[in-house]
């Protein structure tokens, strides 16, 4: 099954990625894990959320699966840098997971089903290989506003857009991922709906989140696609990348970004 990702694991990217955990991208799950859930975090990255996640379960385990080796020895260093020992990471198609049925607790996904070609069976495969009684969770990207109106930023959401579209991907689908759980298999009553956020609107969160935005639109494989692939021109790149380091240095700018999340229960 071919995979739609629109960038790489550029530092720059990984940059952005390694910002979140468990506490600030799946708060709607750390309620329900016990100490000793055995987990699977799929589209791991850099293992920031995974290596989270771990410390949460010290008598279980978490395995980290990405699809491409490039951010794994990141993710085992941050694991080996903060001590945490119950935690493993490994390559894995989310179509297709190399693993038995009924093995996990907890399967978890952040900001993945969006990048993948077939998100029905990608929640068929994660209901599979948990056990009955555990819990699937995902949270997507559902809408995106800033503050103040920004052309460079603009331009940028609707190159990125229209590159996922175009590679089989689905923007912001955090509104309708509950419908492709029931797609999946899973009962409507073992489904819930929620919606969490991101803000970024301090000195420190604009320089982290625009100024990581605008690195990639200067340095990575998003950047070097889209000219490549016609979505762009070097000179839009260009735009972004001042449009970015323009909300960086305002401080009355403001960027949200809305989530919306599922907790899928099998029964």
Known sequence: MPQVYTTDHSSKV???????????????LIPYIKPTDRILDIGCGPGSISVSLAKLVPEGSVTGVEYVSDPLPSARALASAEGVTNITFQEGDIHSLPFEDNVFDIVHAHQVLQHIAD???????????????????????????????????KLWRDVTER?????????????????????????????????????????????????????????????????????????????????????????????????????????
């Open 119 to 153: 998100p029905v069976l990608a929640l068929r495969e994660m209901k599979r290989v948990v056990k009955t009684g555990g819990m699937v969770s995902c949270r997507e990207s559902a809408e995106l506003s800033w503050y103040p109106e920004n052309e460079g930023i």
């Open 163 to 267: 590159m996922q579209r175009a590679s089989g991907g689905h923007p912001h689908p955090g509104r309708m991922i509950h419908c492709w759980a029931l797609e999946a298999g899973y009962e409507r009553g073992d489904v819930k709906r929620g919606a969490g956020a991101w803000c970024f609107g301090s000195d420190q969160e604009r320089e982290y989140w625009g100024g990581s935005m605008e690195g990639r639109a200067r340095e990575s494989g998003f950047a070097q696609r889209v000219v490549e692939e016609g979505f762009a021109k070097a000179g839009d790149l260009e735009a972004i990348a001042q449009g970015w380091r323009g909300f960086v240095e305002d401080k009355d700018a403001w960027f949200g970004l809305l989530h919306g999340e599922i907790l899928c229960w099998k029964s």
């Open 14 to 28: 990984l940059q952005t990625h390694s910002w979140r955990t468990a506490q600030n991208s799946a708060p709607h």
